[in-house]
């Protein structure tokens, strides 16, 4: 009777192993998968004009015959390497994906290390994944051709007795943003002359007066009919923005406030409002970037004022937390986060530049 119970409950698990193996057991069969189709533009447009343009892909859902989660990946690398050092543009479930012709360029240039102004071809393909042990069903790649463009582009300058003198290393810089674009703040004397340059130097290329009188030029500049044709600057005496578009040729100037920052603190003498007392009016270099030179107090702190007076902008040092800022200070950790000068008592020259971010001193 044992026996015979025994053996009855022994066919009965394998009555059960037997029905769990056959309904959940999924045999992955490769030869019946059918991987994505890759679906792309067969051309795009790089360049500043439409770098906020949508550049489209979408790809078919991969068949693997089974019920099973997917990831799909969309790479590109160039022509020829055989997706070697390819960049993973996507990688989800989703089964189409949207770039900007932006950050394409900025992928092309920055991850592909594609030169600008040079066209490459490139290729495309869809990878799915379900497993590290299964192989990758790839789509066939496809592949256009793209010519990144500039991201940076070299500064023009300006020489001349109304931007500081006829002197190159006084050479007024004008950064640039966006091609043949250039724009900063100077100050400009009457009734004196001035020269753009496309180098801090006096060769080999110039822009003076005539070369923008098929465009339009602003009212406060004239020829100054000396022997380079100049412009003359007839305004009053004082900061203007200038911007110059070498493309449509044009010369543009407004009227702007004297850029100003002060430091004040402790670490220079004491907490006078900025614009009086102990509080150190910094010298304008170029848009955005200022030098002064005071006393520094070991241990004591400062803080930079964007007006003679404390409000409404001042810089501390957690708002220069994304660049650099001089061994020598710390923060003070007061209410303010003020800088603090941890450097040996002394006389220093410090130079804020806003555009990078960096705070730097050097000892007198």
């Not at 439409?50 to 892909?57: G, H, L, M, P, R």
């Not at 850029?259 to 004040?264: A, D, L, N």
């Not at 004491?270 to 910094?282: E, I, R």
Request: negative net charge; proline residues 5%.
């Amino acid at each position: 009777m044992k026996y015979i119970l025994n053996s009855i409950l022994f066919l009965f698990v394998l009555g059960i192993v037997s029905s769990c193996t056959q309904k959940d057991l999924t045999i992955y069969n490769p030869d019946n998968a059918t991987g994505p189709t890759l679906t792309m533009p067969s051309s795009v447009t790089m360049s500043m004009d439409n770098k906020a343009d949508s550049v489209e892909f979408s790809w078919t859902p991969s068949d693997y015959n089974l019920q099973v989660a997917v990831t799909y990946s969309l790479q590109m690398d160039t022509v020829g390497d055989n997706f070697a050092n390819a960049y993973t543009l996507y990688s989800g479930a989703d089964d189409h994906f949207s770039i900007t012709v932006g950050d394409l360029n900025s992928a092309l240039m920055g991850q592909l290390e594609l030169p600008a102004e040079q066209s490459a071809s490139v290729e495309f393909r869809v990878v799915s994944n379900i497993s590290d042990n299964v192989a990758d069903l790839n789509s066939a790649s496809q592949s256009i051709d793209l010519t990144p463009y500039k991201t940076v582009f070299p500064p023009i300058y300006m020489i001349g007795a109304a931007t500081g003198g006829w002197d190159t290393s006084l050479a007024v810089e004008m950064p640039s943003t966006e091609p043949n674009v250039y724009s900063t703040i100077a100050k400009f004397t009457q009734d004196q002359a001035f020269r753009f340059f496309a180098q801090p130097d006096w060769g080999p290329t110039s822009y003076n007066y005539p070369y923008f009188e098929s465009g339009t030029i602003s009212s406060l500049l004239e020829n100054a009919q000396d022997g380079d044709s100049n412009f003359q600057f007839l305004g009053a005496t004082g900061y203007y923005r200038i911007t110059v578009n070498l493309k449509t040729l044009t010369v543009d100037m407004t009227s702007v406030p004297e850029p100003v920052m002060y430091m004040t603190g402790a670490a220079i003498g004491g907490w006078d409002q900025p614009g009086t007392g102990a509080s150190v009016k910094m010298t304008f270099v170029k848009e955005n970037v200022w030098k002064g030179t005071a006393d520094f107090i070991s241990g004591e702190a400062f803080r930079f004022f964007a007006q003679a007076d404390w409000g409404p902008t001042s810089y501390n040092y957690p708002y220069f937390a994304d660049g650099t800022v001089d061994p020598m200070l710390e923060d003070a950790q007061d209410g303010d986060n003020n800088f603090k000068f941890t450097g040996t008592s002394g006389t220093y020259e410090i130079t804020l530049n806003l555009n990078d971010l960096t705070v730097t001193m050097t000892a007198q």
